[in-house]
């Protein structure tokens, strides 16, 4: 698995990287099938007063690409909403792989 973590107007130091990789733990614990994983953490000036941190990431897995952003006041829960979406996502794609397989065509006529 590669995982590319990169800030856009923002540094990411040791702690926030090592905060994203703990967070991530538990999307790989459930599905171990992930290629490539990109994270992105950037801090937009929407005006002087208010700024908006977000966090996107995009999860390459076999046959597609997952894509998640999420925005807040603050950077670790900006990441932690961010993984929870990750995570629904990424269950929603292994049911959907595992729930493609079907019952064969010779259980079928054996039942009959």
């Given at each position: 698995m590669n995982l590319t973590i990169s800030g856009?107007?923002?540094e990411v130091t040791p702690a926030?990287?090592?905060y994203v990789l703990t967070k991530l733990?538990?999307?790989t614990?459930?599905?171990d099938q992930v290629v490539d994983i990109n994270v992105l953490l950037k801090?937009?000036?929407i005006r002087e007063?208010?700024?908006r941190q977000m966090a996107e990431i995009t999860v390459h897995v076999k046959g597609r690409?997952?894509?998640v952003e999420q925005s807040d006041e603050d950077m670790y829960a900006a990441i932690d909403q961010l993984v929870d979406k990750l995570?629904?996502?990424v269950c929603r794609h292994k049911d959907k792989v595992q729930d493609h397989h079907h019952a064969s065509a010779k259980r079928l006529s054996a039942s009959v």
């Open positions: 856009h107007h923002l926030l990287r090592e733990d538990r999307v614990r459930h599905f801090v937009e000036k007063k208010e700024r690409d997952i894509f995570d629904r996502q």
